[in-house]
Structure formats: C-alpha cells, structure tokens
C-alpha cells in the first residue's frame, strides 16, 4: 500500500467519522416532531470539495449511513446513502464540470448555496 493511499484512507474515514458525529452530537431538535436539523450535509458538501466526489462520495456514504443504521433509521439508510451520493454527483457537476474547477471564493459560496 503506497503512502497517498493510506492518506486517502484515513482522510475519508476521519471524515466519515466528522460526518457522524455532524449528524448525532450537532443536532438541533425540531419542536413537536422527532425531526432534527444537522450538520451532515454540510459536511458532505465540504468533503466533496475538500477530498473531491470518490473521497467525498464514500466519506458521506459511511458517515451518514453508519448514522441511520446505529440510531433505529436502518429501513431508510439505502435512501440517505443515496441521497448522500446524488448530492456529490451534483456538487461535482456544478464544481468540476460548471466552473472548471476554479477556486475562486465565489465559485465556492455559489456550490455552497
């Protein structure tokens, strides 16, 4: 194993644990509802720009998968792990496709939006 692939292993599964504790530990809970807003999808969004869209596709998948599984949301993990591979297809295409891949400031509020 080269020393760039185990970087990239330990980035995405470091991540992915960023990603889980986005989602368990910084939550705000909804009034009247079991609904909660988090901070798993930000860092979805952030590790696709970070890492790029395999890094960041397997870091979200894991992370937000690994959630719903531990928590009792196992019968709709295949729809947050897609939902978080949809999300990294589309960061990638308005990213690398769209802007060329240029790190502007704007470019990146504008994938953040």
């Given amino acids: ?8 292993l330990v980035q995405t599964s470091l991540f992915a644990a960023l990603i889980y504790l986005g989602v368990s530990v910084f939550r705000i809970p909804m009034p009247f509802t079991t609904q909660f807003v988090h901070f798993g999808n930000a860092l979805v969004v952030v ?14 998948s894991i992370g937000l998968g690994l959630f719903d599984i531990l928590n009792n949301y ?26 060329n891949k240029d790190d502007k400031i704007a470019n990146v509020i504008v994938v953040g939006v």
């Fill in 1 to 8: 194993m080269k020393n760039t692939d185990l970087r990239d």
């Fill in 47 to 60: 590790g696709c720009l970070l890492f790029g869209t395999k890094q960041g596709a397997i870091a979200a």
């Fill in 74 to 99: 196992a019968n709709v993990a295949w729809q947050t792990v897609l939902e978080s591979l949809i999300v990294c297809y589309v960061i990638h295409l308005v990213y690398e496709k769209a802007m």
